[in-house]
């Protein structure tokens, strides 16, 4: 059983940054792919962004030129470094991983807020 396990939210104030991470359970060298998804209250899930193995990125653009993610093979994780943080942003962030076959799987997700 995969299991993710998100960590680095909390509370900050507007402007300011915060790096999430993913640990996975297993070697993600050959991972098809990672992603970062948010929810906020009383909105559905959204993708943000994402890294296939061979180190491509994607963003949603409402998050491109302040959000990076990154992946760490021999660590197993996957960050997201958010700079330039707004209130729009504060949601729960999940770690979705995509062996390739059509399986994914989540982690249980970090809270994020921003204060204005």
């Not at 996975?24 to 991972?31: L, N």
């Not at 021999?74 to 390739?100: F, H, I, W």
Request: glycine share 14%; net charge neutral.
């Amino acid at each position: 059983q995969v299991q993710l396990v998100e960590s680095g939210g909390g509370l900050v104030q507007a402007g300011g940054s915060l790096r999430l991470s993913c640990a996975a359970s297993i070697s993600i060298s050959s991972i098809h792919s990672m992603g970062w998804y948010r929810q906020a209250p009383g909105k559905q899930r959204e993708f943000i962004a994402g890294i296939t193995g061979g180190g491509i990125t994607t963003y949603v653009d409402s998050v491109k030129g302040r959000f990076t993610i990154s992946r760490d093979n021999a660590e197993n994780t996957v960050y997201l470094q958010m700079n330039s943080l707004k209130p729009e942003d504060t949601a729960t962030y999940y770690c979705r991983l995509d062996d390739g076959t059509g399986v994914h799987y989540w982690g249980k997700g970090a809270l994020v807020t921003v204060s204005s």
